[in-house]
């Protein structure tokens, strides 16, 4: 991600020279999207909020939600937790009006994560339904059973295991169906947490440990992933992009 700090940085430089909006907002987020990787927060929000105000210039508003986002994403990292939800609250509008049902659900999904940190378990568990109800449109079968898996999570902190084991049956379900494997490394995790608070202390060391090796293996085999769900620009067609 240093290297692609330095690409951005000469991409956005070339970009300025050229007066060339597309190309400047698409250098910004990306430079944002780079030091967010890089965990430099402190940079982070400079490049989205001038990432936002080209693409406002441009009026692409499904760049500017995706911003949004990110930008509540690096809020969310920070602890902000209003000014996360603020921004997410705005992105959604705009995928509200832009009839976007992939901005909606992402931003429902992450909203209930921020009421699941703030222990409102109920408007979490409201959230993520709204979510499922998107993906399921759209036939998201990754998302669908991330939804799923967050639910049996929330569920599991209220205690109650009926609905916990209900969402992670159909969790397993889907990530079986798709080969989905960190559907299935979240699924042993929370499954063991399931199985401990119903006392069964045997079944749930046994998944830990299959929670532990499949983990390890993605690691080994994949790499450490980001810890991130921020959206990329897509790169600019240079066709009458200038302003």
Do not use: W
Request: a negative charge.
């Amino acid at each position: 991600y240093k290297r692609a700090v330095v690409y951005f940085e000469e991409y956005l430089s070339g970009s300025l020279a050229l007066n060339n909006t597309l190309g400047i907002a698409f250098g910004y987020m990306n430079l944002g999207n780079a030091y967010m990787a890089l965990e430099q927060f402190e940079k982070v929000e400079y490049f989205y909020l001038k990432a936002i105000n080209y693409y406002n210039i441009l009026n692409n508003k499904e760049q500017v939600a995706n911003c949004l986002g990110n930008l509540a994403v690096l809020k969310h990292q920070q602890k902000q937790l209003e000014a996360a939800f603020e921004n997410y609250q705005k992105a959604f509008e705009i995928g509200k009006e832009l009839n976007d049902y992939n901005i909606k659900a992402n931003c429902l999904n992450n909203m209930a994560q921020i009421f699941l940190d703030k222990g409102d378990y109920e408007k979490a568990l409201a959230y993520n339904y709204d979510a499922i109800e998107l993906r399921e449109l759209m036939d998201l079968d990754v998302d669908i059973s991330d939804s799923y898996l967050s639910i049996a999570e929330i569920a599991l902190k209220q205690k109650n295991t009926a609905l916990a084991e209900e969402n992670l049956n159909l969790a397993l379900q889907l990530c079986n169906k798709i080969g989905y494997n960190q559907g299935k490394i979240n699924y042993y995790k929370l499954y063991s947490e399931l199985q401990e608070q119903k006392n069964n202390y045997q079944s749930a060391y046994e998944n830990f440990k299959l929670y532990k090796q499949l983990n390890d293996s993605i690691l080994l085999t994949e790499g450490s992933e980001l810890k991130f769900n921020f959206r990329e620009a897509e790169e600019p067609n240079y066709k009458n992009t200038s302003s």
